[in-house]
């Protein structure tokens, strides 16, 4: 079964690192790319950025870009998503997903599945 | 605001069909075959249920189909259920840097 599971609910004060992870199994870890999904509280889903496990490159949205880092450790086949000074408007509920690649360069434009998701709260 | 529009809710019976509508602001979204559309329970992480405008994942019900007309893409539900009732969200690529959008969301209600 493939399945993609994520650490759990954190809970930390402004100005704090934090890094949460996302764990794939059941595929093949590097055929795929891992995308980070935030949903604050009660909205909708937007798009962070993804990753390719093979080279680690990545893609951010420019919403995202430099507030947020995105890595893969692919001996343990995990993605971090991670900040390094949290802000109470980070507070929100985080998924990480799959994106399958196609060929060398193309890729499906479609999620699944999808990581339980990790609750961050960040309050003082 | 999100660059998909989705209506903020609807409501159908059970046994009913019942429309979604996600609409693109901008052009190049509806060129485009990369429509996605996502079912979200609450307090769950969200299922794919159509991708590529209208295709169905192996294990979702037939009763979900999807469609897209110019920047307008529609997902229907026939034959309405009371498990149903959740969040659907559309989503598609687009050439912008952001490279994914999704849309607002539309809570469906099943009285």
């Known amino acids: 079964e493939v399945q993609l599971v994520q650490s759990g609910a954190e809970v930390k004060k402004p100005g704090e690192s934090l890094r949460i992870s996302c764990k794939g199994s059941?595929?093949?870890?590097?055929?795929?790319?891992i995308n980070w999904v935030r949903q604050m509280p009660g909205k909708g889903l937007e798009w962070m950025g993804r990753i390719d496990p093979v080279d680690s490159y990545t893609d951010y949205s420019p919403s995202f870009r430099g507030h947020v880092t995105i890595s893969t450790d692919t001996s343990i086949t995990t993605a971090y998503l991670q900040w390094g000074s949290l802000k109470a408007s980070d507070t929100a509920m985080y998924y990480c997903?799959?994106?399958?690649?196609?060929?060398?360069?193309?890729?499906?434009?479609?999620?699944?599945?999808w990581g339980q998701g990790t609750l961050v709260t960040v309050s003082s | 605001q999100s660059a998909l529009t989705q209506p903020a809710s609807v409501s159908g019976s059970p046994g009913q069909s019942i429309t979604f509508s996600c609409t693109a602001a901008?052009?190049?979204?509806?060129?485009?075959?990369?429509v996605s559309w996502y079912q979200q329970h609450p307090g769950k992480a969200p299922k794919l249920i159509i991708y590529d405008v209208n295709s169905r994942p192996s294990g979702v019900s037939n009763r979900f189909s999807g469609s897209k007309s110019g920047n307008t893409a529609s997902l229907t539900i026939s034959g309405l259920q009371a498990e149903d009732e959740a969040e659907y969200f559309c989503?598609?690529?687009?050439?912008?840097?952001?490279?994914?959008?999704f849309g607002g969301g539309t809570i469906l209600s099943v009285l």
């Open positions: 059941g595929y093949s870890f590097t055929t795929y790319w």
């Open positions: 901008s052009s190049d979204v509806g060129g485009y075959n990369y």
């Open positions: 989503s598609s690529h687009t050439s912008a840097s952001t490279l994914v959008l």
């Open positions: 997903t799959r994106q399958e690649k196609v060929g060398l360069t193309g890729t499906r434009w479609w999620f699944d599945p």
